[in-house]
């Protein structure tokens, strides 16, 4: 039964007595470790060890600690069948990928009520809503050969699916998440080229909910793949589909419930967007400083040296989805790059490779170099090592890390990282794709940086281009991720859907404004989003939010020298604004000072009120060609 | 120890794991009524870790015939007998 996390670490041996000192200390009422607590999760867990973490995730939901380590999300849970097997597990796979999720079920059988009916069965707003219907749901006869009737059907079905989107949206002001339905099983081998079969029809609504998804209307939650993944023996129970109501195996339930986990990490920008690579037997077999450029695996010549051009291929694929990646290997650097310049089977070039880290020092001082240049968190990079003392190593001294169990044959890392899904993305948008560019351009400009010395000089020889654009329908879905992902670089981390950023558009009482830059090295694409809203001849910032891809670069002064810059044609006479920190947001806790507002209130609960008056502003010296908005 | 008694005792570590408020005697004329934790809901979690620790698979007539702990201990016996 494959139903274990074989991309997690083992369980550990003292993990009964360290879990019981986490349980200790929640029991106490105090706040736990919660990189330890993830550790544990983030475990192959038994049965028991399964139990307890999810007992522990209800008290801990049940304490409300102030906890700012991990991401709360709230998520309905709307079925034609029982999901009532699922809010422990999901709670307890939240914890392995930093996040508090709780569960708010509707009650027994009300997919038509929450869909047609004014009734709003949640009664709360809530992050997410995942549905999972059966064939239950979609009452119309499909009477076999008869196509009419099937197309029919399939338009009932995306009628419900479409209002049910609606009402996600106007209920509970969020995005509803549609499972696939797992394939049926076969009477013949004819059962797609029948029409009225219930796989034909699987197959069909499936395709629909995927075009769906990719037209932004609705985000979805694999199911299919899941259960093929580990078989439709494995992933139904019969007996208790009638006995119980349950749409998939109890057994299951954790796998189901970390697959829905990795999605809403996603959406809650948590997924890993780098990929740290070791080189001898990860890259390519043997070790190239002993066994030369002829003497490594890699390959036409071998099983095994076919397997590593593989997972190449497999790691480029990643990197085309915006995925940045770094090399972290013990080794002399000119060495390590012999493959990369001269091995005609090498996949992966030099120039896909944004930070090359190739010394004798140990890995984890590497990696925090690595995090630093790109200026990501340690928490963003995923680790891979066919080491397993190194992958320990690793693990004991930056937990932020995600080091996969990758095993020690290359046949199989591909599927490891695959099942992690830890770079589980939502639908991709040009901006993602173009990610991986935009850091590798960054990271030259470090090392250029690091050449030129005078930085006025490096940042008029960046030759940047900023356009400043009011908010419209092309920005809205980055606009609304970068609302919602970004944390360190914000000012008061206030989260819009994009339902709202819609409205804002057309509220002459408010000003949102989209930021770009490029550089000769990359096209960032949208790094910067700017909420004001307008009140007579004052004006105050509601949000204020980079990505922290282009630190440094003098952006902050330059879009506030726009801010006042208009503000001043406007007629405007003040700007307010306010600091609101959080746990991630220290690094812009003086941003206000250093851009010239002085301080009005220092409030109660540590946020901090700023106001400049437009003709007091001084602007700021900048190296960045601007184009504002009309 | 009789193989049925043998049954029991893997059977009462999981209730004990599962309903950790229950501290009464586990025996084989035990039910549902008598554990307060023992829902509909965790009466399903519970069969299934039962089947996969004792290695055996309850019909779903059998399921439904239980009247207490020692219909499902003697079923389960039959089955590793």
Known sequence: MSCDFPWRPPLAQDWSERLADIEAVLADGREPDYVALKTLANQQLGMREQLRIERLAKKLQKAALPNSAFAPVTIGLLGSRTLSYLPGPLAAAGLARGLTISSVEAHYDSVASYAFSPADCFGRPLDALLVVLDESAFASKRPMLDQAAENEALADAENLVTALAAAAQEKSGCRAIFATLPGALQVSSAELATPGTSARFRHRLNLMLAEGAMEGRWLLWDQAALASRVGLENWLDPVRYHAAKIPFSVDVCPLAADNIAALLAAMKGKAARGLILDLDNTLWGGVIGDDGLAGIRLGQNSPEGEAFVAFQNFVLSLRDRGIVLAVCSKNTDEIAREPFRNHTEMVIEEDHVAVFQANWSDKATNIKTIAETLSLGLESFAFIDDNAAERERVRQELPLVSTIEIGDDPSFYIERIAQSGLFDHLPLNKEDISRAESYGGRAAAAEIRAKIGNYDDYLTSLEMRMTIDPFDDAGRSRITQLINKSNQFNLTTRRYGEEDVRKMQDDPELMGWQVRLDDKFAQHGMIGVVIVRKDGAEWAIDTWLQSCRVLERGVEQCVMNSLFETAAQAGIQKIHSRYIPTDRNGMVSDFYSRLGFAVVDENDDGSVTYSCGVTDYEPHQTFIDVSLPK | ?81
């Not at chain 2, 004792?54 to 590793?80: I, R, W, Y």
């Open chain 2, 1 to 81: 120890m009789s193989e049925q008694q043998a049954i029991l005792d893997k059977v009462t570590d999981i209730i004990r794991d599962l309903f950790d408020e229950y501290h009464g005697p586990v025996t084989m004329e035990t039910t549902a009524d008598d554990v307060e934790q023992w829902d509909s809901l965790s009466h399903v979690r519970l069969m299934v870790m039962i089947e996969v620790e004792l290695g055996v698979h309850f019909s779903t007539s059998e399921m439904q015939s239980f009247k207490n702990l020692g219909d499902l201990v003697n079923a389960a016996a039959k089955q590793s007998g």
